[in-house]
């Protein structure tokens, strides 16, 4: 079954993750996607592969040399038959490689053109590059998840929260702007940014009126939770997380640990009163906690309707992505790739009734489809043959290996 944007062309000139994830996004949902990156591939293949493999599935690949006259034309001739434009690229350089929003608007009107900066494009910082490192570090998260307060250094996330962050409304912009066109013919442009997206993270930070900051829940030293009942613990066999945030919660707690004599203790008989003794109720849980296995914990406490969950290693072969529930759900999926063979990684993010996403093509060798979108576009094989022994374009065989 065609998927919701099944007959939507996107083109992705981004690298890197922040750019590419929001096109991978667009494909899971049927859009025909078109990575279109240098000869000499994407900065982040080989160096990081699984970053790479989890922002690249579901497209098709060109690859081009925008910097010689005939790879521009050749990528605004795919303009021309595409619905959205999408990359990453610093303020500037699209429209000095001559895909900028004005560019792609000449040979397509209606073009929908989406740029993923590091901060934006006005402002003193504008003409500058980053990685989401730079949106932890500015977004304040970094010092947050320290925690600085607490007496800690701060701390980088390994994974892009800032990347993703820009992604997702880059999606949502395109959709909506796809919806726009619809409505009224009209293409237009729009841009989100990594510092932008990390601000997300901090969404819950704000000043009173007198400038004061306002209060927040906490991180402890241990960087394990935010107070006794949201928090992680170690049990005999793992960790388990615990966010029991309710009366009715604590009270199934104290019962699904034999812990009832803490009901009456009035130093957690109240809400406000389990925080002020937060040290006190954390080390009786932790002692409680280790008297078991995390799976057990796990069902008695769902049995009582108390939230918690088992924290798991996703690289451990006997979880997540090993999971057939997940599969069933279509959270996993999994497909071949010509050369890590059978690939599994996250699955659909939405599922729909009548038009399923999917993911059946693997993250896309350098220039692996090159023949096939230039024929598509009408060009003989004399031609595309000649344009490779330039330099214009590249595809994959002995002269050209295959990187992933």
Request: hydrophobic share 40%; with cysteine.
């Amino acid at each position: 079954m065609p998927g919701p944007l099944e007959g939507t062309r996107v083109l992705d000139f981004g690298q890197y993750l922040a750019g590419p994830f929001g096109p991978m996004l667009l494909a899971d949902l049927g859009a025909d996607v078109v990575k279109v990156e240098p000869t000499q591939g994407d900065r982040m293949r080989g160096s990081v592969v699984g970053s790479f493999m989890g922002c690249q599935r579901g497209k098709r690949d060109i690859a081009l040399d925008l910097k010689q006259p005939e790879g521009r034309r050749i990528a605004l001739e795919l303009v021309a038959t595409a619905d959205v434009v999408h990359h990453n690229m610093t303020l500037g350089t699209a429209d000095r490689l001559g895909i900028g929003y004005e560019d792609c608007k000449s040979v397509k009107s209606d073009i929908i053109y989406c740029n993923t900066y590091m901060y934006g494009p006005i402002g003193p910082l504008a003409h500058l590059g980053g990685l989401d490192p730079l949106g932890q570090a500015a977004s304040g998260i970094e010092w947050e998840q320290g925690p600085v307060a607490a007496g800690n250094s701060p701390l980088w996330y390994r994974y892009g929260h800032g990347d993703v962050a820009a992604a997702m409304p880059s999606v949502t912009a395109v959709l909506i702007a796809l919806f726009h066109r619809a409505r009224t013919g009209e293409g237009q442009s729009m841009w989100t940014s990594i510092f932008h997206g990390s601000m997300l993270y901090t969404a819950d930070s704000w000043l009173d009126p007198d400038g004061s900051p306002s209060p927040r829940p906490v991180l402890d030293a241990e960087q394990l939770g935010l107070h006794a009942l949201y928090r992680l613990y170690e049990t005999q066999d793992g960790w388990l997380q615990l966010a029991a945030m309710s009366e009715e919660h604590w009270q199934a707690l104290c019962s699904a640990l034999g812990l009832e004599s803490s009901r009456s203790d009035p130093r957690f008989a109240t809400s406000e009163g389990r925080r002020s003794h937060r040290s006190e109720l954390t080390a009786l849980l932790a002692e409680a906690f280790m008297t078991d296995l995390a799976t057990n914990w796990r069902r008695r406490l769902h049995a009582v309707g108390v939230p918690s969950e088992i924290s798991v290693d996703t690289w451990d072969g006997e979880s997540i992505l090993f999971d057939e529930e997940l599969v069933r759900l279509g959270l996993i999926t999994e497909y071949e790739h010509p050369l890590l063979g059978r690939v599994r990684q996250f699955g659909n993010l939405v599922t729909f009734s009548d038009t399923p996403g999917r993911q059946e093509r693997a993250a896309p060798m350098v220039g692996q489809h090159t023949e096939e979108i230039l024929r598509d576009l009408g060009y003989g094989s004399g031609t595309v043959a000649g344009y490779r022994e330039r330099g214009i374009v590249a595809w994959p065989d002995e002269k050209y290996a295959y990187r992933v």
